[in-house]
T-cell receptor, first 109, second 114 residues
């Protein structure tokens, strides 16, 4: 019941932008798009979330298409410490996070 | 200061035993959660509490019993542990159960059943 589709793995060169795509074609109008990452065996770390508009914070940017059926997480200057599994999740009030299989991002020196 | 803290970090025990995992958050959040991450790294919600009241109880064996003595704590007690209970258990909290509130996770409790 994850409701999102992500590529299983991606590589990115250190210092370059990492663009992680996510499809959520069945998203409802009141569902937020969230991005989390999990580094090795740590707990999931919140990155960013949005509803309709593009969002930016100190970690990343979130680009949501106009029809809201897909989004892209952008890490502007990837570092080795950004190697992790990245999860795209959709959530509505009262519904809990359902994590899919995520994208395993490897940042290459 | 750790925002969401779980104890113990590692728990190794025999099949059939009863054990508890504790979780505390110092963020002033109203909602807390328990997740289970299995060997395939799939993270799945187990329980959700809002203001000490149970609001979500996914399909979890009744050997698992959450208890929330106050808004800052959500403990997980497990009776008659089985081999399949081996996993990493994560606690999380959020300001409310609104869709606009991110969840903040602890570092997990690694439970191994011998």
């Amino acid at each position: 019941d994850a409701k999102t589709t992500q590529p299983p793995s991606m590589d990115c060169a250190e210092g370059r932008a990492a663009n992680l795509p996510c499809n959520h074609s069945t998203i409802s109008g009141n569902e937020y798009v969230y991005w989390y990452r999990q580094i090795h065996s740590q707990g999931p770390q919140y990155i960013i979330h949005g509803l309709k508009n593009n969002e930016t914070n100190e970690m990343a940017s979130l680009i949501i298409t106009e029809d809201r059926k897909s989004s892209t997480l952008i890490l502007p200057h990837a570092t080795l410490r950004d190697t992790a599994v990245y999860y795209c999740i959709v959530r509505v009030t009262g519904n809990q996070f359902y994590f899919g299989t995520g994208t395993s991002l490897t940042v290459i020196p | 200061d750790t925002a969401v803290s779980q104890t113990p970090k590692y728990l190794v025990t025999q099949m059939g035993n009863d054990k508890s995992i504790k979780c505390e958050q110092n963020l002033g959040h109203d909602t807390m959660y328990w997740y289970k991450q299995d060997s395939k790294k799939f993270l799945k919600i187990m329980f959700s509490y809002n203001n000490k009241e149970l609001i979500i109880n996914e399909t979890v064996p009744n050997r698992f019993s959450p208890k929330s003595p106050d808004k800052a704590h959500l403990n997980l007690h497990i009776n008659s542990l089985e081999l399949g209970d081996s996993a990493v258990y994560f606690c999380a909290s959020s300001r409310s159960d609104s869709g606009n509130q991110p969840q903040h996770f602890g570092d997990g409790t690694r439970l191994s059943i011998l």
